[in-house]
T-cell receptor, first 114, second 113 residues
Framework: GENVEQHPSTLSVQEGDSAVIKCTYSDSASNYFPWYKQELGKGPQLIIDIRSNVGEKKDQRIAVTLNKTAKHFSLHITETQPEDSAVYFCAASIAWNTGNQFYFGTGTSLTVIP | NAGVTQTPKFQVLKTGQSMTLQCAQDMNHEYMSWYRQDPGMGLRLIHYSVGAGITDQGEVPNGYNVSRSTTEDFPLRLLSAAPSQTSVYFC????????????FGPGTRLTVL
């Protein structure tokens, strides 16, 4: 099955700086790559996603890049704010006709220091 | 819309007891799934369903059963709880399949003594 690796496991940045979280995947059949933010005591919430036919996507301070050849994708948060502090998960979804499953990375705990 | 709801929020079981974790969604989503979340291991898929009457195993299905008799509900059953099943359980749903946005419930924290 798919194997998703996520780095780093913890990340501390000063408010206003940028944060970058990287993930790699193993199965070339994966075609959908969402990123989730999980706050303490809550379920994960989608913040941005990208599909395999797109190389980059941006939504205000958040961007995601995808390199299909190298099988890696990254989350970029610019101008970080204290409310960005949370655990972030990447995921890869196997195409619906070959498995229909999500595989998650192990998470990155981001702390934004005021 | 209430979105994805889960009950109970917390549960303590003794080894060997059985219980059902409830999950419901009111968004008319076809795809529903159950995950467990353990420290340092992210979320791992237990079982999923692509529609009423259809279920399949995920990455870690052993010790768990599911059924999908309606579009709205997707209960997860532990037939004989074990300490290794101590975890936080999340239910999620999406419109059609795994390539659609998933919406997660608030989770159930289960402790097996």
């Amino acid at each position: 099955g798919e194997n998703v690796e996520q780095h780093p496991s913890t990340l501390s940045v000063q408010e206003g700086d940028s944060a970058v979280i990287k993930c790699t995947y193993s199965d070339s059949a994966s075609n959908y790559f969402p990123w989730y933010k999980q706050e303490l005591g809550k379920g994960p919430q989608l913040i941005i996603d990208i599909r395999s036919n797109v190389g980059e996507k941006k939504d205000q301070r958040i961007a995601v890049t995808l390199n299909k050849t190298a099988k890696h994708f990254s989350l970029h948060i610019t101008e970080t704010q204290p409310e960005d502090s949370a655990v972030y998960f990447c995921a890869a979804s196997i195409a619906w006709n070959t498995g229909n499953q999500f595989y998650f990375g192990t998470g990155t705990s981001l702390t934004v220091i005021p | 819309n209430a979105g994805v709801t889960q009950t109970p929020k917390f549960q303590v079981l003794k080894t060997g007891q059985s219980m059902t974790l409830q999950c419901a969604q009111d968004m008319n989503h076809e795809y529903m799934s159950w995950y467990r979340q353990d420290p340092g291991m992210g979320l791992r898929l237990i079982h999923y369903s692509v529609g009423a009457g259809i279920t399949d195993q995920g990455e870690v299905p052993n010790g768990y059963n599911v059924s999908r008799s309606t579009t709205e509900d997707f209960p997860l059953r532990l037939l004989s709880a074990a300490p290794s099943q101590t975890s936080v359980y999340f239910c999620a749903s999406s419109y059609r399949d795994s390539s659609d946005t998933q919406y997660f419930g608030p989770g159930t924290r289960l402790t097996v003594l």
